[in-house]
């Protein structure tokens, strides 16, 4: 005869024996003493939690007849009479447990709804459990609609999901919902050492750590590794067989990696990588292990009592919290985390383990303060810490021109040498040109105040010709786009030209070619040097040079502009 799985045979028969859902069993059993009982309830949560548990242990609740078949609806379910028994055996016919996810069709929905118009046949409720509830159809769930709203007085319904966020909010309404908690490591534990010692089977607590760390919130999967521990172990479940079972990474591999980080020693990192590699160690999980060691050498180094005595690489968590600085701490764990993706794009996991030990070794923060084995002034820069120091120059270059062009609004310096030679932007009228000199036009557009089409027209035109008599201003202007020069436009060009010299100014407009000395042009041309410069500087930043090389980065064409 083949032995149960410790899943099956450790599975709660009543509210007390449950473990970890103290929340719903409170409520739960309130409800039941008090008579107060809704008509659905909604359990969700990951797998392995208890859901069907719970459903198992209401409808014995609901159907118990005490030893003496006198009893009464209970929150203490006896295990002996026939409903109890029959429930825990999967053959009471008042509990139905349907799995959606291969009855999620309105007809097999519309089949247990007509079945449940009818009086129980053995119990005192009928009990409908629909696990995995979030797989019906819509058609489905409108189906059910009403007769969840107000079932007959002897049917409960019992839903169980693992995704709530799929069922309709219709559904949800109707139902009493509990989120069933995942399973923290130490009431794992706890639950583990109770089960072996029952079974008569030796073990190390820090095997029984693994497992329940393996089994990420989960009772059923660590009793599931569990089983499969003793198995391997053929005798002392200890933590190297389950190590050795699961591909996981020793402590001690975790503790090496760190020491040799603080060291800089990258021969020996190296060497880790390849003994791993020699013992098919799971690199995804030796990265998941790593950065939750880095996590809590972080939390020691802020809140050194969150280091708990019983943990086994407690001394060395202690340790390595004051050889490392806080700033490496958070570097190294957050190079882990964003490097797990990267190893199925690497040509195999332990090149991608390795890279990423070295790019810990390369990237270090370049504004540690004191202590930690990770200060030297040689040690490349962190990705976070050269964008500060790089981008000020960066953006005080790139900033310079735009402050200056607010105080003097003509960069006559950037003009070429065929424009104008005034070499300054006028802060007066009479800085510009002097009524009986060819003004800077450039300059003296910037200064007039025209706006929307006057200004476009001021903007595209260049001066060919200036006239000028004790009557007035004569100017002959060059446009490329003589859409713009109309009746109006000209007129108000000129009345600005005629306050601004304080003499009758006529414009005389031309169409043609200009040669690039128009407002648009020379500040196009401006522009272009700016982002050249910018360019230039980015081109030739040592941290971008250095993400160029490793990483085999690239800056994209065009998406350089200055500030």
């Given at each position: 005869m083949t032995a149960l799985a410790l899943a099956r045979s450790w599975r709660p028969k009543t509210f007390s024996e449950l473990v970890g859902q103290d929340h719903v069993v409170k409520a739960l059993t309130h409800a039941l003493d008090q008579g107060r009982l809704h008509h659905a309830w909604l359990f969700t949560g990951t797998r392995g939690?208890?859901?069907?548990?719970?459903?198992?242990?209401?409808?014995?609740?609901?159907?118990?007849?005490?030893?003496?078949?006198?009893?009464?609806?209970?929150?203490?379910?006896?295990?002996?009479?026939?409903?109890?028994?029959e429930i825990d055996a999967g053959r009471f016919v008042d509990y139905v447990e349907m799995d959606a996810a291969s009855n999620r069709g309105v007809d097999d929905i519309a089949a247990l709804l007509e079945k449940a118009a009818y009086a129980p046949s053995n119990g005192r409720y009928k009990v409908y459990m629909i696990d995995e509830v979030h797989m019906l159809t819509n058609?489905?769930?409108?189906?059910?609609?009403?007769?969840?709203?107000?079932?007959?007085?002897?049917?409960?319904?019992?839903?169980?999901?693992?995704d709530p966020q799929k069922i309709p909010v219709t559904i949800l309404s109707r139902c009493l919902q509990f989120n069933l908690k995942q399973m923290?490591?130490?009431?794992?534990?706890?639950?583990?050492?109770?089960?072996?010692?029952?079974?008569?089977?030796?073990?190390?607590?820090?095997?029984?750590?693994?497992?329940?760390?393996?089994?990420?919130?989960?009772?059923?999967?660590?009793?599931?590794?569990?089983?499969?521990?003793?198995?391997?172990?053929?005798?002392?479940?200890?933590?190297?067989?389950?190590?050795?079972?699961l591909g996981t990474l020793d402590d001690a591999y975790l503790i090496r990696i760190v020491d040799c980080l603080i060291a800089k020693d990258g021969a020996s990192l190296l060497a880790v990588a390849n003994e791993m590699g020699e013992r098919s160690m799971s690199f995804s999980l030796a990265l998941q292990d790593l950065s939750s060691l880095l996590q809590k050498i972080a939390a020691a180094q802020v809140v050194p009592e969150s280091v708990l005595d019983d943990?086994?690489?407690?001394?060395?968590?202690?340790?390595?919290?004051?050889?490392?600085?806080?700033?490496?701490?958070?570097?190294f764990y957050q190079i882990t985390i964003t490097s797990r993706p990267d190893l199925s794009l690497a040509p195999d996991e332990q090149t991608g383990f390795a890279m990423t030990l070295l790019r810990m070794l390369a990237f270090r923060p370049g504004n540690n303060s004191s202590g930690g084995g990770g200060n030297s002034s040689s040690a490349p820069s962190s990705p976070s810490a050269p964008p500060v120091n790089t981008s000020r120059p960066a953006a005080s270059a790139a900033t310079a021109a735009p402050a200056s062009r607010a105080s003097a609004p003509a960069p006559a310096a950037?003009?070429?040498?065929?424009?104008?030679?005034?070499?300054?932007?006028?802060?007066?009228?009479?800085?510009?040109?002097?009524?009986?000199?060819?003004?800077?036009?450039?300059?003296?557009?910037?200064?007039?105040?025209?706006?929307?089409?006057?200004?476009?027209?001021?903007?595209?035109?260049?001066?060919?010709?200036?006239?000028?008599?004790?009557?007035?201003?004569?100017a002959t202007i060059v446009t490329p786009m003589p859409q713009l020069a109309s009746e109006a436009s000209v007129g108000r060009l000129a009345d600005a030209l005629t306050a601004h010299f304080g003499k009758p100014v006529k414009i005389v407009i031309e169409k043609g070619e200009v040669e690039g000395k128009t407002v648009a042009k020379v500040d196009a041309q401006i522009h272009q040097e700016k982002r050249m410069n910018a360019e230039q500087m980015i081109a030739a930043d040592p941290f971008i040079q250095q993400l160029e090389k490793e990483f085999g980065a690239k800056v994209v064409g065009g998406s350089v502009k200055p500030l």
């Amino acid at each position: 005869m083949t032995a149960l799985a410790l899943a099956r045979s450790w599975r709660p028969k009543t509210f007390s024996e449950l473990v970890g859902q103290d929340h719903v069993v409170k409520a739960l059993t309130h409800a039941l003493d008090q008579g107060r009982l809704h008509h659905a309830w909604l359990f969700t949560g990951t797998r392995g939690v208890g859901k069907t548990t719970i459903a198992r242990i209401m409808a014995k609740a609901l159907n118990c007849t005490g030893s003496d078949g006198s009893g009464k609806m209970t929150s203490e379910p006896c295990g002996k009479c026939p409903a109890c028994m029959e429930i825990d055996a999967g053959r009471f016919v008042d509990y139905v447990e349907m799995d959606a996810a291969s009855n999620r069709g309105v007809d097999d929905i519309a089949a247990l709804l007509e079945k449940a118009a009818y009086a129980p046949s053995n119990g005192r409720y009928k009990v409908y459990m629909i696990d995995e509830v979030h797989m019906l159809t819509n058609h489905a769930f409108n189906a059910m609609l009403k007769t969840l709203e107000e079932p007959p007085e002897h049917v409960k319904f019992i839903l169980a999901t693992t995704d709530p966020q799929k069922i309709p909010v219709t559904i949800l309404s109707r139902c009493l919902q509990f989120n069933l908690k995942q399973m923290p490591v130490p009431l794992i534990v706890e639950h583990l050492e109770k089960v072996l010692a029952s079974e008569k089977v030796e073990y190390e607590v820090n095997a029984l750590r693994v497992l329940a760390k393996a089994a990420q919130g989960s009772m059923r999967d660590a009793l599931s590794l569990t089983d499969q521990a003793i198995a391997y172990a053929a005798g002392k479940v200890t933590e190297e067989s389950v190590r050795g079972m699961l591909g996981t990474l020793d402590d001690a591999y975790l503790i090496r990696i760190v020491d040799c980080l603080i060291a800089k020693d990258g021969a020996s990192l190296l060497a880790v990588a390849n003994e791993m590699g020699e013992r098919s160690m799971s690199f995804s999980l030796a990265l998941q292990d790593l950065s939750s060691l880095l996590q809590k050498i972080a939390a020691a180094q802020v809140v050194p009592e969150s280091v708990l005595d019983d943990w086994p690489e407690a001394g060395e968590i202690r340790r390595l919290a004051t050889q490392l600085t806080k700033e490496e701490a958070q570097l190294f764990y957050q190079i882990t985390i964003t490097s797990r993706p990267d190893l199925s794009l690497a040509p195999d996991e332990q090149t991608g383990f390795a890279m990423t030990l070295l790019r810990m070794l390369a990237f270090r923060p370049g504004n540690n303060s004191s202590g930690g084995g990770g200060n030297s002034s040689s040690a490349p820069s962190s990705p976070s810490a050269p964008p500060v120091n790089t981008s000020r120059p960066a953006a005080s270059a790139a900033t310079a021109a735009p402050a200056s062009r607010a105080s003097a609004p003509a960069p006559a310096a950037r003009v070429p040498t065929s424009a104008a030679p005034s070499a300054s932007a006028p802060s007066a009228p009479a800085a510009v040109a002097s009524s009986a000199e060819r003004p800077d036009w450039h300059a003296l557009m910037r200064q007039l105040p025209v706006k929307g089409l006057v200004q476009q027209l001021a903007f595209q035109t260049e001066l060919q010709d200036w006239n000028d008599s004790v009557a007035g201003v004569r100017a002959t202007i060059v446009t490329p786009m003589p859409q713009l020069a109309s009746e109006a436009s000209v007129g108000r060009l000129a009345d600005a030209l005629t306050a601004h010299f304080g003499k009758p100014v006529k414009i005389v407009i031309e169409k043609g070619e200009v040669e690039g000395k128009t407002v648009a042009k020379v500040d196009a041309q401006i522009h272009q040097e700016k982002r050249m410069n910018a360019e230039q500087m980015i081109a030739a930043d040592p941290f971008i040079q250095q993400l160029e090389k490793e990483f085999g980065a690239k800056v994209v064409g065009g998406s350089v502009k200055p500030l």
